[in-house]
T-cell receptor
């Protein structure tokens, strides 16, 4: 059974820092992986979807990479802003499994 | 529609009552998923529908939970004889096809008192 883990569970950084969020999975035979953002009391907003044939995807200040052989994906956020404060979740779509999320706080 | 629509957005029910939660996926999306998110927890997979195939019910926590999808579109999640531990946000997502990216609805917050 696919297990998805996100470390750390919470992260606090000052505004302007570049940061990396980690997502690991136990079964490397995945089809794709998706990163989401969840604001308190809200639903999930899709950020990036990486197909297994790709190594990375970029959208604005966000860059997600995928290394199937090591069972890892990272979400890189450049020049963080207070508006980036939210919980970030990764999901192995082909297995319908989510990580528990990393709660990010960006301090002004 | 333009997005995934869920109703109601909030539901308060008494313990022991039955509830129905509705999900209207994006038009043309063949795959539909239900998840549950308890307070401070991650997403727990409940059930998956793909086209006219038999649904994957492997995540349903008990036989009090059931779901159907009519005409390959709207889905209803039914919880019978609700318990306090059923209190959670129930999230629905749809995708164009299996293994395509998910689009989520805003969820239904269920409170059992």
């Amino acid at each position: 059974k696919q297990e998805v883990t996100q470390i750390p569970a919470a992260l606090s950084v000052p505004e302007g820092e570049n940061l990396v969020l980690n997502c690991s999975f136990t079964d490397s035979a995945i089809y794709n992986l998706q990163w989401f953002r969840q604001d308190p009391g809200k639903g999930l907003t899709s950020l990036l979807l990486i197909q297994s044939s790709q190594r990375e995807q970029t959208s604005g200040r966000l860059n997600a990479s995928l290394d199937k052989s090591s069972g890892r994906s990272t979400l890189y956020i450049a020049a963080s802003q207070p508006g980036d404060s939210a919980t970030y979740l990764c999901a192995v779509i082909s297995d319908m499994r989510f990580g528990a999320g990393t709660r990010l706080t960006v301090k002004p | 529609g333009a997005g995934v629509s869920q109703s109601p957005s909030n539901k308060v029910t008494e313990k022991g009552k039955d509830v129905e939660l509705r999900c209207d996926p994006i038009s043309g999306h063949t795959a539909l998923y239900w998840y549950r998110q308890s307070l401070g927890q991650g997403l727990e997979f409940l059930i998956y529908f793909q086209g006219n195939s038999a649904p994957d019910k492997s995540g349903l926590p008990s036989d009090r939970f059931s779901a159907e999808r009519t005409g390959g579109s709207v889905s209803t999640l039914t919880i019978q004889r609700t318990q306090q531990e059923d209190s959670a946000v129930y999230l629905c997502a749809s995708s164009l096809a299996p293994n395509n990216g998910y689009t989520f609805g805003s969820g239904t917050r269920l409170t059992v008192v």
